[in-house]
């Protein structure tokens, strides 16, 4: 059964599917979308998700015990992360099962790859691409090009969704291959 709590603020989201669980004070931007099975809670701080980012499947994301989670504009955050406390900058994507925690700060343009965690106040500068267990930085480059498209794909998926629309067409897929 979905929940979407008193506290909550859509600011005209593209899609909010209709098992996400939001609870407290939460933010979702303008043409950001929030997939199958999502939790967000936040009673003593805030969430807030940017404008065109994607929360995908069975996201969690909470505040911290000292701080909110703010995610940019043009994200992926994708199946299985837990965001807890921290802030992600614009066009970054976060790989499956990461985890970010309380007082960590991801950089502009950023990549946190599958099954990271990355611990609690630590900070990544922009074009960071970070890995591990603890998530070190492992490269620096400008992957906001690569980003964007991914949440660019997300965003033509979200728009299906909200009509109804469970495929994506071949006009879609050409359009989307073209990057």
């Not at 807890?84 to 614009?90: L, M, N, P, Q, V």
């Not at 099954?115 to 990544?124: D, L, M």
């Amino acid at each position: 059964m979905p929940h979407i709590g008193p506290d909550v603020t859509l600011d005209d989201p593209a899609f909010v599917h209709d098992t996400a669980l939001l609870y407290g004070k939460v933010y979702i931007g303008p043409g950001a979308s929030v997939f199958a099975r999502t939790v967000m809670r936040s009673e003593t701080f805030e969430i807030r998700i940017g404008a065109r980012t994607n929360i995908q499947d069975f996201v969690m994301v909470h505040e911290g015990s000292r701080s909110p989670t703010i995610v940019g504009e043009d994200c992926s955050i994708t199946h299985h992360v837990t965001l807890h406390g921290c802030e992600i900058g614009d066009r970054c994507l976060v790989g499956i099962n990461a985890t970010v925690m309380d007082e960590a700060k991801i950089g502009a343009n950023s990549i946190v790859a599958g099954h990271a965690i990355v611990s609690e106040r630590k900070e990544f500068p922009e074009n960071s691409v970070i890995a591990g267990v603890p998530a070190k930085l492992v490269a620096t480059r400008d992957n906001s090009a690569a980003n964007l498209r991914n949440s660019r794909f997300y965003q033509v998926i979200a728009a299906n969704y909200a009509k109804g629309i469970e495929r994506l067409s071949p006009e879609q897929i050409e359009e989307l291959s073209k990057g």
